[in-house]
């Protein structure tokens, strides 16, 4: 089942921060954040695994909730070149063969 | 590296019309994938090649079959093109399951 992400669009004035988040209505083994530019493919961010610790790079980071079957991805500081589409997929545990299910995304504009 | 590539960039089929989507990799992957993607529905997962002489059925396979033709090549084809198969198609390789997505350009493919 496809996680749901909210919000579904947000636009930032460079240098706020925001948070996009991603639930799931099965346990989850794992999480990945991927980044997409208009007209581009999408771009890998980041994997969370269950049991596995916050991660994040530059001014990206996101945690991983198991309990409440969902992440959340921080954007610090916000730079123009954060504008696109965030997508999170969950692999659900004990699903027997790996199959990553995508969100719809949250569209994320950073604007001067 | 070229990394992932596709061939064709843009396609256009009448209905009833058979093609066939072309997907490389030089990254010495093992897992490969194909997903499509619609305006507002994130990327669903068409099929996907664990390993060389493997395929899978993903969320949405009807309508499509898959070759894993050798550790670098995994190719899509539509055997009688439908207009609800219109979509950007990527193509998506990592080291293992479960692993970072590296994906390629993308098809954008229009089913008239």
């Known amino acids: 089942q496809q996680p749901v992400q909210s919000p579904q669009a947000v636009i930032l004035r460079e240098g706020e921060d925001a948070v996009i988040n991603c639930s799931s209505s099965k346990a989850l083994y794992s999480v990945h954040w991927y980044r997409q530019k208009h007209g581009e493919a999408p771009v890998f961010l980041m994997i969370?695994?269950?049991?596995?610790e916050q991660k994040g790079h530059d001014k990206i980071s996101a945690s991983f909730n198991e309990k409440k079957q969902q992440s959340s991805l921080y954007l610090t500081a916000s730079q123009l070149s954060y504008s696109g589409t965030y997508f999170c997929g969950t692999e659900n545990s004990g699903a027997g063969s790996y199959q990553l299910t995508f969100g719809k995304g949250t569209k994320l504009s950073v604007i001067p | 590296n070229a990394g992932v590539t596709q061939t064709p960039k843009f396609q256009v089929l009448k209905t009833g019309q058979s093609m066939t989507l072309q997907c490389a990799q030089d990254?010495?992957?093992?897992?490969m994938y194909w997903y499509r993607q619609d305006p507002g529905m994130g990327l669903r997962l068409i099929y996907y090649?664990?390993?060389?002489?493997?395929?899978d059925k993903g969320e949405v396979p009807n309508g499509y079959n898959v070759s894993r033709l050798n550790k670098r090549e995994f190719s899509l084809r539509l055997e009688s093109a439908a207009p609800s198969q219109t979509s950007v198609y990527f193509c998506?390789?990592?080291?293992?399951?479960?692993?970072?997505?590296?994906f390629g350009p993308g098809t954008r493919l229009t089913v008239l």
């Open positions: 090649s664990a390993s060389e002489g493997t395929t």
């Open positions: 998506a390789s990592s080291v293992r399951e479960g692993g970072e997505q590296f």
């Open positions: 990254m010495n992957h093992n897992s």
């Open positions: 969370l695994l269950k049991g596995g």
